[in-house]
């Protein structure tokens, strides 16, 4: 073993001191460790910290799109989306210290040592930038997540992103993140890491392993959203069941996939987290995963000579969260953690006809036991738990120094969707629900087929959770893709570029125009398509309402959707078309010869349209509507207000002011209404101009134009 001072290659202990002086001025940081970037091209939104480590990803969900589910994890610890979780381990490494450590177990970011940080700077690239956004006259067009240039994309993906970064053993980290846009290929985000010896020195007994918890997932419909996902007292959002497919011969993949399990100390059926005060809607029907899809069977120099070991991982365990709250310093708490990455820990419950000379602990959805705990050691129930799903890569008997690994996997989340999940949470709690088409099993749907159903499920409810385990069928279906995408080098068909888009209220309804000149030129260009939704807080799907074909070619396009209802909010966004040729062999074959759709993300509308009528010539013409307000009236749950508070004033004249009275004369809010577009109509929220609701009661809406005329209206509220 070499000495503490030629401990690293003299390359890296040169681009070490600035790491090194770094740390001495700022304590644990490395070279701009607090770097981050932002992926959001597609389904799943994370963050990606520079020197890989631990930190907060912040997002507001309310802003996501909510019909398209986009989901992230709230912090990079604990989810390995973007391949910040690694954990690198070894025997008998004398650390920079001095002091020999039997089995060392080294984070990314390694708060012990000084000797880690940020070799190349992370770079962010994505492939298109916001198309110029215009809503009502407001410019909605927001400023880009990464730089825009698409030469720097790896294959067809819609946002790369890379850094390089040395952690306390001395091996090299190199991170490169992809993602695409396009729906066939939307709910996964690609890792690919080389992972290179700098130290000097041979590793031996060398493991790679990575985590992911499904605690950590947020999504586009969670408490941020209205109605927000009620808290644990209505579900438990911790229960999951941790199932790993790829360890036994027959498999065709490499996937460990977690999902909602009912929690079996709470009365009835919880499975898919169904929220019985809000019609019964599933929040927990999604499926988290991470498909492995090359992993090296041995340390090369020669990429050439890198090749895939369908064995690996050869460990795969989960565990709580006892080992993350121990002492990394101790030596002891440390064994326990290289003893559970190198498959020692769940040997006592191995997973029945592995392949032999693996190491995978059984899944606990096979046991037969409707309790998702029943394996022990590793889940915990209550209280924040983190219930990790782990992958050992090895053993590397020796990882010798300037040799290199690599790794390639695809995490991402599948499932029902949330308008299945509205309807069938609806048709379970109405007790009229059946059971989905060609289940490959009548009674376990796609579950093991000694899946244990919650202790008392009723026949509905064992209906509702077989339509969640068809999500197990999409997880299998969304892994395959990503490994087709894999082995035709990353080439499957990508987005066409977003339109840009202008969204106006007018008096004759929603005028609608958009360009895109760069999808119009491409040799499968299929189109547009405009899609609206009602803007009513908890209704998030959207509607195709136009729909054009591949003759639709113009420098600007215009389209007026008169189908929609006068003071009613909207919400609108274009996408262009491309079609896929039947004999594209770099596409997943089910894809082809059908239509993908510029990326959702990049048309966001967060503005709503309200549709006016065209300005009335007198006074006299102002309609109040309705009146009398009644808030139990079914009609107005309908309409797509917020809250269910709106009241309408038609006919009004291009320009007036309108005060409202209670009938005692105490004025409670005055509104001057004078749109940019020809807007006859306008809808009040019925706050008082202190945004404090109004009470039932008769008001008195008294209308004044700039020449002086004046008219007065009565209207009755009930609450």
Request: aromatic residues 12%; contains cysteine.
């Amino acid at each position: 073993m070499l000495d503490n001072n030629h401990h690293l290659s003299t390359q890296i202990r040169a681009r070490l001191a600035v790491l090194i002086l770094s740390a001495i001025l700022f304590p644990g940081s490395g070279l701009n460790a607090h770097e981050r970037a932002v992926f959001r091209a597609n389904r799943v939104w994370c963050g990606m910290l520079e020197d890989g480590g631990t930190g907060n990803f912040v997002y507001d969900a309310s802003w996501f799109p909510a019909d398209y589910n986009c989901m992230g994890p709230s912090m990079e610890r604990g989810s390995g989306l973007t391949g910040s979780t690694i954990i690198t381990t070894c025997t008998n490494w004398t650390d920079p210290k001095g002091t020999l450590i039997e089995k060392a177990v080294i984070r990314p970011v390694e708060g012990l040592y000084t000797n880690w940080g940020v070799l190349d700077t992370m770079t962010n690239y994505i492939r298109w930038g916001y198309p110029t956004s215009i809503v009502d006259f407001q410019d909605e067009t927001f400023t880009n997540w990464g730089d825009v240039d698409p030469t720097k994309m790896v294959g067809t993906s819609d946002q790369t992103a890379e850094v390089t970064t040395i952690n306390a053993l001395g091996v090299e980290i190199r991170r490169k993140v992809f993602a695409w846009s396009q729906q066939f290929h939307d709910n996964y985000i690609v890792v690919d890491l080389v992972l290179t010896n700098r130290s000097g020195e041979t590793l031996t007994d060398f493991y790679v392993a990575m985590r992911q918890a499904p605690y950590y997932w947020r999504k586009a419909k969670d408490s941020s959203s209205d109605p927000g996902i009620p808290d644990h007292d209505e579900v438990d959002r911790a229960a999951c069941w941790h199932h790993y497919y790829g360890a036994r011969p027959g498999d065709s993949l490499r996937v460990f996939y977690m999902y909602h399990a009912d929690e079996p100390d709470r009365e009835g059926d919880q499975m898919g987290g169904p929220v019985t005060s809000q019609d019964g809607r599933l929040v927990e029907s999604d499926i988290a995963f991470y498909a492995i899809l090359h992993a090296s069977a041995a340390p090369y120099t020669d990429p050439a000579d890198d090749v895939d070991d369908p064995l690996q991982p050869r460990v795969t365990d989960v565990y709580d969260n006892v080992p993350m709250g121990v002492d990394w310093s101790d030596p002891t708490s440390r064994d326990l953690i290289y003893d559970l990455i190198a498959g020692q820990n769940g040997q006592s419950q191995p997973m029945e006809g592995q392949y032999a000379g693996t190491f995978h602990r059984a899944n606990n959805d096979e046991q037969g036991d409707p309790d998702w705990s029943n394996l022990g050691i590793g889940f915990i129930k209550g209280g924040t738990v983190f219930n990790q799903s782990i992958s050992g890569f090895g053993p590397y008997p020796t990882f010798e120094d300037g040799q290199s690994l690599h790794f390639v996997y695809a995490g991402g989340y599948t499932g029902i969707g949330i308008e299945r999940e509205k309807e069938i949470g609806e048709k379970w709690l109405a007790d009229n629900l059946e059971d989905p088409p060609n289940l490959p099993d009548p009674v376990s749907g796609y579950f093991p087929v000694n899946f244990a159903y919650p202790p008392g499920a009723t026949d509905v409810d064992k209906i509702k959770d077989r339509w969640i385990s068809t999500g197990i069928d999409s997880v299998h279906k969304a892994a395959s893709r990503a490994k087709w995408n894999f082995e035709h080098d990353w080439q499957v068909p990508g987005s066409p570029p977003p339109p840009t888009q202008e969204i106006t209220g007018l008096g004759e309804g929603v005028e609608i125009k958009w360009s895109d000149p760069d999808a119009e030129a491409l040799d499968g260009f299929a189109g547009y398509r405009v899609l609206r939704r009602v803007g009513r807080s908890d209704t998030v799907f959207f509607d195709i309402v136009h729909r054009t074909d591949a003759s639709d070619l113009a420098a600007e396009h215009t389209w007026l959707d008169t189908n929609v209802l006068y003071g009613a909010s909207y919400f609108y966004y274009v996408q262009a078309g491309y079609l896929i040729p039947e004999n594209d062999l770099n596409a997943y074959p089910s894809s082809r010869g059908k239509v993908i759709w510029s990326g959702r993300l990049w048309n966001p509308t967060d503005i709503e349209v309200q549709p006016p009528r065209m300005p009335g010539e007198e006074l006299s013409d102002i309609r109040i509507v309705p009146n009398p307000y009644n808030i139990r009236d079914p009609l107005i749950a309908d309409y797509g207000w917020d809250d269910d508070r709106g009241l309408m004033f038609f006919n009004l004249p291009a320009e007036v002011t309108i005060k409202i009275f209670t009938e005692s004369g105490d004025l409670v809010r005055t509104i001057v209404h004078k749109p940019l577009s020809r807007a006859g109509a306008l809808t009040w929220n019925m706050l008082t101009d202190s945004q404090q609701a109004i009470a039932s009661g008769i008001y008195i809406a008294v209308f004044e134009t700039p020449d002086g005329s004046v008219a007065y209206q009565k209207f009755i509220v009930v609450r």
